[in-house]
């Protein structure tokens, strides 16, 4: 299996539960705790920091993206990042599914991505199932949120700290809480 094959497969949605499917995503976690574990460990210039995160993410990350390691991903090779980007320290990116972070997006310590669920029959539990996690531009999402599987957050939306984001999140609105709710609508003043 490919990086480029898993990826598609990932978009169909579908079980992740081949012995094939499972033993790349092994390889695939291993390759990524390499990366992270050396990103980590000590400190690194911005742009040393930039070169381990094209590495891990498998394309030349673009120069503007600011990340505060530590970082962590089990996958790593499913994550596109847009121009202005900053993620701060402590974030979790499960990415099997995909995650996709517009330009100018800002994102706070500890900010969690799950782009997997578990099945919710007790024998369906082992089965992971991916759907991607979107985010358009300038999208600032507040410390210790957690985004889960198959939303989008809409252009200029803001995730309040703490919140659980479960449903997809429209343009110019502020959400928060658990399960993430409406609180108001950001005008151009």
Not at 15 to 20: G, I, W
Not at 48 to 73: A, I, K, N
Request: aromatic share 8%; net charge negative.
């Amino acid at each position: 299996m490919t990086i480029e094959t898993f990826k598609e497969y990932a978009k169909t949605r579908q079980a992740l539960d081949s012995e094939e499917i499972r033993r790349f995503m092994d390889e695939m976690s291993n390759e990524a705790r390499r990366v992270t574990f050396r990103l980590n460990a000590s400190f690194h210039t911005a742009d040393e920091v930039r070169g381990l995160l094209s590495d891990l993410f498998g394309y030349r990350v673009p120069p503007s993206l600011r990340v505060f390691p530590p970082f962590y991903t089990d996958f790593g090779k499913n994550i596109a990042v847009g121009d202005e980007v900053f993620i701060n320290a402590c974030c979790h990116f499960q990415d099997h599914g995909g995650v996709t972070l517009g330009d100018g997006c800002q994102i706070g310590h500890n900010v969690v991505f799950a782009t997997l669920d578990h099945g919710l029959a007790p024998e369906d539990r082992k089965t992971t199932y991916p759907a991607p996690i979107v985010l358009g531009k300038n999208v600032w999402v507040g410390s210790n949120a957690t985004i889960l599987s198959g939303v989008t957050v809409g252009d200029n939306a803001v995730v309040a700290a703490g919140a659980v984001v479960t449903k997809d999140v429209a343009a110019n609105t502020v959400v928060g809480g658990i399960p993430a709710r409406l609180i108001k609508s950001i005008k151009n003043e």
